[in-house]
């Protein structure tokens, strides 16, 4: 039997740059990812468009599948002799039951690696501005599971000692529990007075910090209306939080944007959202694929110079010239002028020995060579009835669905910038394939236009635009959509 190879993979806390390079290769070569709730979902985007994506995301009395499930369904793929990364949020060792399922692979003759990762117990205090050591106020920490197996799921500890013999205590999702977590410790020993701090979120955009004492941080929790996932902290370490809390302190914390491709023209727009605390997910919605419809070719090769063929992308050069040689056609039949979008296409051109132009107010009846969404595009600014010729189709593929779906269900995306009137398309274009329902979008996120061109393209589909950002410069954007979330909000 061809065994398969597993890699149990810590994704880090909620960060998506957190996760380890070794982490991110090996989810890169994955045949099958089985992912937890707490992974950044925007990592599924890094997998392979063929892989297999199974979701083992645990809540609060709701388990999508039972540890034993997860365990079959590791040990099921990696007897078919596939590559499996086990994806876990933080660090797989800590409360990640990795014991467990390495066990069995053990036990079953199965390879595997262990790849460790940040674990949030350590990140998301250090984001909120704690460190869980330092020479002055903590020579010591323990990590300890905020549930456990007493009947009411209160975590059976030995409080007398962690109380005692700890000077940072650590809990991990012990939100439910948090009130019998602050007695205990008072009651064995820890001051009324001793400083705690709840982390909701840690590492996202959205993360949210409450301090307070063993005697008032349940109710201060409970008035800020924290859920797990959470982090409790515990001891004089969170004093330092009033010097050091660097990250909810920026312009732009508690922002998600995703911007739906990667241009290297965003990219000085880009830096500074994220200097200034927004997380920002840049990623092509959309797949390509060449395609070519040598019916419409045929009918090109017909026409005389009263058209212009105008070619709109360097990779739809490349596509038109490889479906002409697959179909036994040759560029020098087409009597039609050429003329390209811009200086980049031009060169590409004359790079394999074709002269064109670069369109102008002479081309009145254009050809217009590309994808679905550049002919779309082109044609709102040339000439709506401009003919076309499709040399790419766009597809979407499952990965970028589950990514974006659950992006938007945990909220991890509350803004969507469109900086072109391309991306709009694309926009539109991936709701429509993925079958993603527009009112669940509307529902949870700002949608950002850049320029007048950009919005009339969503607004002919009637959906709604927040904000319009003309030529501002980034600082100016920023601080506009700072403006409209706290206007809807208001």
Not at 72 to 97: M, Y
Not at 215 to 243: F, H, M, W, Y
Not at 402 to 417: D, S, V, Y
């Amino acid at each position: 039997m061809n065994s398969g190879m597993v890699y149990f993979v810590g994704a880090g806390p909620g960060d998506i740059d957190l996760i380890t390079v070794k982490g991110k290769q090996v989810l890169q070569q994955a045949d099958v990812v089985i992912f937890d709730r707490l992974i950044n979902p925007f990592l599924l985007t890094d997998v392979k468009d063929d892989a297999k994506l199974i979701y083992c995301g645990k809540q609060p009395c709701k388990h999508t599948l039972r540890q034993e499930d997860i365990q079959k369904e590791i040990l099921i793929h990696a007897r078919k002799g596939k590559t499996v990364v086990r994806l876990k949020g933080g660090d797989p060792a800590v409360f990640g039951r990795v014991g467990e399922e390495a066990e069995l692979l053990a036990e079953n003759h199965i390879r595997y690696e262990i790849i460790p990762g940040i674990t949030a117990g350590i990140a998301a205090t250090m984001y909120a501005g704690v460190p869980i050591t330092h020479r002055k106020h903590s020579n010591s920490f323990a990590v300890v599971t905020g549930h456990g197996s007493q009947k009411d799921g209160t975590p059976n500890v030995d409080w007398n000692s962690l109380s005692k013999g700890v000077e940072t205590i650590v809990f991990y999702m012990g939100v439910k529990h948090l009130n019998t977590i602050s007695e205990q410790l008072i009651k064995h020993g820890k001051g009324r007075d001793t400083q705690a701090l709840v982390v909701h979120w840690g590492t996202y955009s959205k993360q949210r910090t409450v301090e307070g004492t063993l005697a008032t941080i349940t109710s201060k929790v409970e008035q800020a209306n924290i859920t797990n996932p959470a982090i409790i902290v515990v001891g004089d370490v969170v004093k330092l939080r009033s010097k050091l809390a660097w990250f909810d302190n920026r312009l732009l914390s508690g922002r998600a944007i995703l911007i739906p491709s990667i241009d290297e023209r965003n990219r000085e727009m880009v830096t500074a959202l994220k200097k200034d605390g927004a997380d920002v997910f840049e990623h092509e919605l959309l797949c390509e694929r060449d395609y070519f419809d040598s019916g419409a070719v045929n009918d090109l090769l017909k026409m005389e110079s009263d058209n212009e063929l105008v070619f709109l992308s360097t990779k739809s050069v490349f596509a038109f010239l490889k479906g002409l040689g697959e179909n036994c056609m040759d560029v020098r039949d087409i009597r039609l002028p050429f003329y390209s979008i811009n200086e980049s296409v031009k060169k590409t051109l004359q790079t394999i020995g074709i002269k064109s132009k670069l369109i102008d107010m002479s081309v009145v009846s254009p050809v217009l060579v590309g994808d679905e969404t550049e002919i779309e595009s082109e044609r709102a600014t040339l000439s709506p009835l401009a003919k076309g010729i499709v040399v790419r189709k766009k597809s979407v593929s499952n990965k970028d669905i589950a990514a974006l779906t659950r992006l938007l269900e945990e909220r991890h995306i509350n803004t969507i910038l469109l900086t072109s009137p391309a991306e709009a398309l694309t926009f539109l274009k991936f709701l429509e394939l993925s079958g993603i329902p527009l009112e669940q979008v509307q529902e949870n996120v700002t949608i950002i236009c850049k320029g007048i061109d950009t919005s009339l393209i969503l607004k002919k589909s009637n959906i709604r635009v927040d904000m319009i950002i003309d030529n501002e410069d980034v600082a100016k954007a920023i601080g506009k959509i700072e403006e409209v979330e706290l206007a809807l909000e208001s």
